[in-house]
């Protein structure tokens, strides 16, 4: 089965630099969702896309942007790097819910870990 | 979204079944139990999540009790592949942005 595509896998960047991550979800999926996880800890949420529309936001620093295109990828720019941006960074997608049901799972890509010096 | 206790680490032997608790006791009657697992330095990957029924896929059980203030995350066959730190997770419905933290982590021995 398809899973999430997450581009590049690894990145290395210098301080001040800026960086682009992208992120495809699994067909038919119209969520997407941003996560960060930095070293020894948990995945933390940064921001949420349904529909090609910003619909939840987590602690995202405000150098971060992001957005859903229209064939449902999605990207997060990073701008003015710091060292502790340095972290694994994980998209999710979900399906629309089914019928009246009001539960929704997420399936995460294999992130891409981005190493900032 | 309510609070869950898990142990922070267990073990099991390979091929037996792996029974991972979770405390919920401030559930409301509208949240879900979700299951997720993070394999080492690989992205969360889904596992099973149910209200109040309890639910079975091609990869877990989950046993939720009748009140709802706990459930078990039953892994038939655990094999070394299984090593990874579960998390249970509690979410209202139509909310869709897991909380991770304090997993168990499970180690699965030969």
């Known amino acids: 089965a398809a899973g999430v595509i997450q581009s590049p896998r690894h990145l290395i960047k210098e301080k001040r630099e800026t960086a682009t991550l992208k992120c495809y979800p699994i067909?038919?999926?119209?969520?997407v969702y941003w996560y960060q996880q930095g070293p020894g800890q948990d995945p933390q949420f940064l921001i949420s896309?349904?529909?090609?529309?910003?619909?939840d936001k987590g602690s995202i620093p405000d150098r971060f942007s992001a957005q859903q295109f229209s064939d449902y990828h999605s990207e997060l720019n990073m701008s003015s790097l710091e060292l502790g941006d340095s972290a694994l960074y994980f998209c999710?997608?979900?399906?629309?819910?089914?019928?009246?049901?009001?539960?929704?799972?997420?399936?995460f890509g294999p992130g891409t870990r981005l190493t900032v010096t | 979204d309510a609070k869950t206790t898990q142990p922070t680490s267990m073990d099991c032997a390979e091929g037996r079944a792996a029974n991972l608790p979770c405390n919920h006791s401030?559930?409301?009657?509208?949240?879900?139990v979700y299951w997720y697992r993070q394999i080492h330095s690989q992205g969360p990957q889904y596992i099973i999540h149910?209200?109040?029924n309890n639910e079975t896929n091609e990869m877990a059980s989950l046993i939720i009790t009748e009140d709802r203030k706990s459930s078990t995350l039953i892994l038939p066959h655990a094999t070394l592949r299984d090593t990874a730190v579960y998390y249970c997770?509690?979410?209202?419905?139509?909310?869709?942005?897991?909380?991770f933290g304090r997993g168990t982590s499970l180690i699965v021995h030969p």
């Open positions: 999710a997608s979900s399906p629309p819910p089914r019928g009246f049901a009001l539960s929704y799972e997420q399936y």
């Open positions: 067909p038919r999926h119209d969520t």
């Open positions: 896309f349904y529909e090609k529309m910003q619909s």
């Open positions: 401030t559930i409301s009657g509208n949240e879900y």
């Open positions: 149910g209200l109040k």
């Open positions: 997770i509690v979410m209202a419905g139509g909310s869709y942005i897991p909380t």
